[in-house]
């Protein structure tokens, strides 16, 4: 075990075998103490202090300007974290500067947005959660924490655990969807993949639970827009994931940009002081959002950065991440008496603990094995991952008359789209340590079956440029000069499989679109194609739900392959060839018109909800079009069928120490064997507050052989029906309650109970 000597000859260690980490240590919070009381103001501060990567570190030391004063802070111990550096060789080199430079001699945390992959890139978090696969999607977090930890890293800004209704925001992508409760499983599996069961094992990394809170919810679905929700939206709806990841143990929380109820979340006190740190008992750290406590000014709730930080540090934000404003302003304000000493030592406290946790004091250098980083790094268990789980990500939305899977010969296919052969778009957008270019394509995966004879066309390009930080993706509106040889392979075609969608960029961050249409002149394209060719497989390449109504209607066949990471071709061709039997369910509903968002499954009834008479207008809808989904929530084939019958409750009521099973009988009613989500559903009729149509209460993925069957079994207890009611407070109302069982939301076996008191 490594020692580190400290100011004022104390000896502090941190045992090898640690508790785990949902716990706290006792012995953590005596060191932690100790280190607190030989800590000047100053460097207290410092801990709460994030900085992006600035230098040449392994160059000579920068002589003027910020990347100067950057450099000298963590050379007095000024600097608690560090974001963007990647490498072994550059993590160690500027650790080496704080623990041996420093009076302090603190270990910094390195962090990165690791979403789903560092350099191996697993499908999009939006498409993993179509999977509904919670061990998938732990294991693939697992595989991006050991990638991420042999480079230096020990900190990703992961999970995103939004909850989300307008696939406008562009950020969607990086979330699970619609629904609290998937989202809140799906946030656990995360969690867990990134954390493990404790920080002995260098493979691991703090998870980060985003953004506290409401930020999916902004108005238009315009990135970092204003939110106005009220209390019961925000509890029962925005903070169930939250309170997951507080109990899964997560270690740090970041705030949000938008506001809530007229506050900046990052200078709320309501949500980082009364309700993480103080009802949920939170004791890991909150990080602003990327200046976000800058931000406060510019909403309006600060007159400039000193009042800002004032506020945000006040409010329980612990670490300022490149705004500059803590290590700025907070000594002068604890002077003044605006900012309490006590908030300080706590925001401290709290930094330090997790490095104790993570074995930082230990071994600064615990991250930094330069041996260990090159026998990782795109390992070929990390890329088995990555094909697994995109496999498992992919929803079969369309397939009339069998056209899929493939025949493997004796076909001539012709491929048709510019993404088809597109080997960077399928990474996504959050994947920073990715390398342009990595990608399968869907050309190069069908390429590996021979038996047919596949002829390739771009037809149209769909963007003119993809870089990250442009201020948008241009997209190709005019160019249809290839529309003609596409067209001309469409014809000679006994098949056409056309890839259609977005680009890696054009969702993610600052990429909301306020049309959700296939882009450009793809639709055009799409259309022409068909009317040579009815034989025509759609495969979609996105980042967000699309509205695609001509094509639910026209294309006989239409596959949701997202962006699907490295392994993307390799998926997509083993789903349309039948070698991999598509099982993935949508976890987010898609829209017939973008006028209907936000749109989600588990909406309120309202006082008129149905047309009274064949005649009749005043009811709620839209009278352009249906006010359903085109595809809903939890939809998703399979090239099998599935049956639901027999469903059966134990009894029809039960009280506060009881409970109901809820059982199904589901059969493989098709030739193939095949998986289905069997989901289940609640509505309860009449609450003191107005209740959800339905809600999803429970889900198991089931195997089935051709003609087999299995009884799936629910239990639906008094935790299970609890809601934030009228008084303030989760619990359980007495009344009558509607069960549905079935292969996605609109599941109509149905059956009823009663809970009493």
Known sequence: ????????????????????????????????????????????????????????????????????????????????????????????????????????????????????????????????????????????????????????????????????????????????????????????????????????????????????????????????????????????????????????????????????????????????????????????????????????????????????????????????????????????????????????????????????????????????????EKATVGKKEIHEAALDMAKKSIVLLKNEGNLLPLKKSGQKIALIGALADDKTSPLGNWRNASKDGSAVSVREGMARYTGNSVVYEKGATVSLNTDVFAREVKVNTTDKSGFAQAVAAAKSGDVVVMVLGEVGYQSGEGRSRADIGLPGVQQELLEEVYKVNKNLVLVLQNGRPLTIPWAAEHVPAIVEGWHLGTQSGHAIAQVLYGDYNPSGKLPMSFPRHVGQLPLYYNHKNTGRPTMPSPDEVFWSHHGDVAHTPQYPFGFGLSYTTFGYSNLKLSQSQFSKAGLIQVSVTVTNTGKVSGKEVVQLYLQDLVGSTTRPVRELKGFEMVELAPGQSKTVTFAIDEQTIQFYTANKKWEAEPGAFKVFVGGSSDANLEASFDYVR
């Open 1 to 372: 075990m490594v020692l580190w000597l400290f100011a004022a000859g104390i000896v502090l260690g941190c045992s090898a075998q640690q508790k785990p980490i949902s716990k706290q240590n006792a012995s953590i919070e005596t060191k932690v103490d100790s280190v607190l009381k030989l800590m000047t103001l100053e460097e207290k501060i410092g801990q709460m202090n994030q900085y992006n990567g600035f230098f040449d570190v392994t160059g000579p030391a920068p002589k003027d300007g910020q990347a100067a004063q950057k450099y000298e802070h963590i050379r007095k111990g000024y600097v608690g974290s560090m974001l963007n550096v990647t490498g072994v060789k550059d993590v160690r080199a500027l650790q080496k500067i704080a623990v041996e430079q420093s009076r302090m001699k603190i270990p910094m945390i390195f962090g990165s947005d690791v979403i789903h992959g560092y350099q191996t890139i697993s499908p999009i978090p939006l498409a993993e959660s179509a999977s509904w696969d919670l061990q998938a999607i732990q294991n693939s977090a697992k595989m991006a924490a050991e990638e991420a930890s042999a480079v230096g890293l020990n900190w990703t800004f992961a999970p995103m655990v939004d909850v989300m209704r307008d696939a406008r925001w562009g950020r969607v992508m990086e979330g699970a969807g619609e629904d609290p409760f998937l989202g809140s499983k799906i946030a656990v599996a995360r969690i867990k993949g990134f954390q493990g069961d404790n920080f002995d094992d260098a493979k691991t990394i703090l998870a980060c639970a985003k953004h506290f809170a409401a930020y999916g919810f902004a108005e238009s679905g315009r990135d970092y827009n204003t939110v106005d929700v009220g209390e019961s939206t925000l509890q029962n709806i925005i903070f169930p994931p939250f309170k997951a990841s507080v109990d899964a143990g997560v270690r740090t929380f970041m705030n949000a940009f938008n506001e809530i109820d007229g506050v900046p979340a990052t200078g709320s006190r309501w949500l980082q002081r009364d309700i993480l740190k103080g009802a949920w008992k939170f004791d890991g750290f909150v990080v602003s959002d990327w200046g976000s406590i800058n931000e406060i000014r510019i909403h309006g709730n600060a007159k400039d950065g000193k009042q800002a930080a004032e506020i945000a540090v006040n409010a329980g934000c612990d670490m300022d991440m490149e705004a500059y404003l803590y290590i700025e302003h907070l000594a002068n304000l604890v002077r003044e008496g605006k900012v309490s000493e006590a908030l300080i030592d706590d925001a401290a406290r709290r930094i330090l603990r997790v490095k104790f946790e993570l074995g930082l004091f230990d071994d600064p250098y615990k991250y930094c094995d330069e041996a260990r």
